[in-house]
């Protein structure tokens, strides 16, 4: 029995999913000395790659909260009559198989009509993953959302997001973007894959041998 127990033990230590490391965090909060800018492009963290967006503050004189009710947030259709397309300045590096998972935060467009938001991974060999539109009415609240991406490829990344319906949407008003993040969980390296199978054979080896005993007490 000590034996399945210690073969179960490293087991579930060698088959547990990677501890995921945060490669990219933005609340948006530190932008412009804390002021509300619109068609905003002197971003720290992202560069303004197509249309504009606007950096708000809260509390700003368009009455549009971010999100937990202070700092600062985007609204990705800023005010030049053309959504935004904002992508980070930094690449991250990726191996294959690893999982990214962007997290942020997004309300309606807190004014008037459904708005969205579409998010991609831009690898550096030119291919491109991209999420379906979160598509929000104007006046749904904050809420957290996810994507996750994997692909057989090892290379650098970056993230960017765009406000929808794009390039097309002369409204001026867009879905709200808060606190972004980029998780990266590794594949398990091989000589964790060989001791896991390993595990199997010893769990497999002293199940044999009770069996046997069992018999021959029998």
Not at 105 to 119: E, N, Y
Not at 192 to 204: D, N, P
Request: charged share 15%; proline share 5%.
């Amino acid at each position: 029995m000590r034996k399945i127990l210690l073969a179960a033990a490293a087991f579930a230590a060698f088959s547990a999913p990677a501890h995921a490391v945060t490669v990219f965090s933005d609340t948006f909060d530190g932008e412009a000395g804390g002021t509300t800018v619109t068609n905003y492009t002197n971003f720290a963290k992202w560069d303004v790659a197509a249309g504009s967006v606007d950096l708000l503050r809260d509390p700003n004189q368009f009455g549009i909260t971010c999100s937990g009710g202070t700092g600062s947030c985007v609204d990705l259709n800023g005010s030049s009559g053309q959504p935004g397309l904002i992508v980070t300045k930094q690449s991250f590096d990726y191996t294959a198989g690893d999982v990214i998972t962007v997290s942020f935060d997004l309300s309606g467009s807190q004014r008037s009509a459904t708005h969205g938001l579409v998010l991609g991974i831009a690898f550096d060999n030119g291919f491109a993953f991209e999420s379906d539109p979160f598509d929000l009415g104007a006046d749904e609240p904050f809420g957290s959302f996810a994507s996750a991406f994997s692909e057989d490829y090892t290379g650098q990344f970056q993230l960017y997001f765009y406000g929808t319906p794009f390039p097309d949407d002369p409204s001026n008003i867009g879905v709200i973007l808060d606190n972004v993040s980029i998780d990266v969980a590794a594949v398990p390296e091989p000589a964790s894959w060989a001791m896991m199978i390993a595990g199997f054979g010893l769990v497999g080896g002293a199940l044999r041998t009770r069996r046997r005993e069992t018999l021959a007490a029998a």
